[in-house]
């Protein structure tokens, strides 16, 4: 039969095939050797996973902690991550430093040593805790206040970028710490609420102030919620700059009859109508006196209303106010004593800040309003204060040369519109602020750091502390078009800035 046949042909074939037999190496049986090979790949493998990541990179993970967290951790000098963290360092002593800007460094020597045996699996681990003591009290809030206050001219955060939260990474920092001096800090830095970014920074902050740093509790929340609400009502502009800025979705609820019931009645309940005084804002000018050939204008004692339509009551006092701005004549003299702020030393100057490239340039249009100086940083307005202040007569001998406040600055600006100056501060204002025009003068240097809302009420030392990046200057020159400027009319230049259309015009006061 066919079929029992294929059959059994294929039982012979399958009989029939080659049989492999492996054969003796170096005289050793094949079961020697090949337990020995597959001994040696045991071996290796658990060299290379045991042993040998010990001998080429011999150290410990070290874990870094800091209170508080946030801290740069440098080791040798070099800077690696911010606390808690966690890393290799390399076998051998070591110099391990803590550090964050407002607190003492944290310093010390380790040894790190290295396991040879399974570091890759079970490495040798190491901790290191830094409790960091600030420098001095609210450092932290200090710097982070200052942080803020230079990011805060950026603009609103967008696609490209994000502003730090700095103002409340600072209050969690220094917390638990002087709350007096905390919201002394806090209303300063108010003065920069120019974004809603801004805004929410420094209402966390303020949150973290009261909480010691912690996550606030409901109550807590409530309290600092009506201290906010009292420093509003303590500076109304304020609540017209936080208006602005509050995004869409906020208005119904500050429209709202519960808000106006449980929020608004609650901390401001009705009070009866007051008499209130009329405030004289017009200031009153006085006789004349010269230093170092400049002609002052004095202006008495009065109060001054700083922000139009707040009732934010300033009390100025007696000071002199150059009639005109310094003119080239009188900067010339100031050089031929002080060769080091000339043109010639420009170089020198922008190397250090104190100016950029653009100093002591004056424009060429013919409607320039010669003689003042222009191109002046505000460095070098200083400078000639302190020489003219040397030139003061002996009965001025308790009074200083500087560059004029805001206020005061506009305390004078605004009667000299009202022609109350009997024409010598022709150049305080612009020629759009009379008919017919007087003539035009040029942006003037003030001695203030340059703040969104400089009306807000701070103390004195708060606002030093915190400064700003730029300084102000007021009036406008003779190319704003007619109507675009007032005396109200601010800006801010850093310090180092020279321009074509700024100059200044120094004041006489009391030290």
Not at 101 to 106: C, L, N, S
Not at 118 to 130: Q, V
Not at 431 to 452: I, M, R, T, Y
Request: aromatic letters at 10%.
């Amino acid at each position: 039969m066919p079929h029992a046949s294929a059959a059994k042909d294929s039982i012979k074939d399958a009989n029939t095939q080659d049989n492999v037999k492996l054969q003796a190496v170096f005289g050793l049986k094949p079961g020697v050797y090949l337990t020995i090979i597959y001994s040696t790949s045991i071996v290796v493998i658990l060299f290379f996973l045991l042993v040998f990541p010990g001998i080429v990179r011999k150290g410990s993970r070290v874990t870094f902690t800091s209170e508080p967290s946030g801290a740069a951790v440098r080791v040798d000098d070099v800077f690696f991550a911010a606390t808690p963290c966690t890393i290799f360092v390399k076998e051998g002593s070591r110099r391990i430093d803590i550090v964050m800007p407002g607190f003492e460094d944290f310093n010390t020597e380790k040894t790190v040593k290295a396991d040879i045996f399974a570091s890759l699996i079970f490495p040798r681990r190491i901790y290191i805790h830094a409790e960091l003591t600030e420098t001095a009290p609210l450092a932290a809030l200090t710097l982070g206040a200052k942080e803020a206050a230079a990011w805060s001219f950026t603009g609103e955060s967008g696609g490209m970028y994000q502003t730090p939260l700095a103002i409340s990474e600072g209050a969690y920092r220094s917390a638990p710490q002087n709350a007096k001096n905390a919201d002394e800090l806090l209303k300063a830095a108010a003065r920069f609420t120019s974004t809603r970014g801004f805004l929410k920074d420094i209402i966390r902050a303020k949150l973290f102030s009261d909480n010691a740093g912690l996550s606030p509790s409901p109550l807590k929340t409530i309290s600092t919620t009506k201290k906010i609400l009292t420093f509003m009502t303590e500076n109304p502009a304020f609540t017209v700059a936080v208006s602005e800025l509050l995004e869409e979705k906020a208005k119904p609820l500050l429209e709202s009859a519960w808000y106006k019931k449980n929020i608004i009645d609650e901390v401001f309940p009705p009070q009866e109508a007051q008499g209130t005084a009329r405030i004289n804002n017009d200031a009153r000018f006085g006789g004349n006196i010269n230093a170092g050939g400049v002609g002052f204008v004095e202006v008495m004692d009065g109060i001054f209303n700083a922000a139009a339509g707040f009732n934010n009551e300033t009390p100025v006092k007696r000071y002199y106010i150059a009639a005109n701005e310094i003119s080239e004549n009188d900067w010339a003299a100031f050089l031929s004593e002080n060769p080091e702020w000339s043109i010639e030393n420009k170089t020198r100057l922008v190397e250090k800040d104190l100016a950029d490239p653009l100093y002591l340039v004056k424009s060429d249009d013919p409607a320039y309003p010669a003689p003042a100086v222009a191109g002046v940083s505000w460095f070098a307005a200083e400078a000639y204060c302190r020489w003219l202040t040397t030139k003061l007569q002996a009965p001025l001998s308790n009074w200083t040369v500087r560059l004029p406040t805001e206020i005061e600055w506009e305390y004078a600006a605004k009667s000299a519109v009202k022609g109350l100056d009997g024409g010598r501060l022709t150049k305080m204002i612009l020629k759009q602020n009379s008919n017919p025009p007087a003539e035009a003068g040029l942006w003037e240097w003030c001695a203030d750091p340059f703040v969104p809302l400089y009306f807000l009420k701070a103390g004195a030392l708060s606002v030093d502390a915190i400064g700003s990046p730029k300084r102000s200057v007021r009036g406008g020159s003779w190319v704003n078009p007619p109507g675009t400027v007032t005396p109200e009319t601010r800006a801010g230049l850093l310090p180092s800035s020279c321009s074509p259309f700024v100059s200044f015009r120094p004041v006489i006061a009391r030290e």
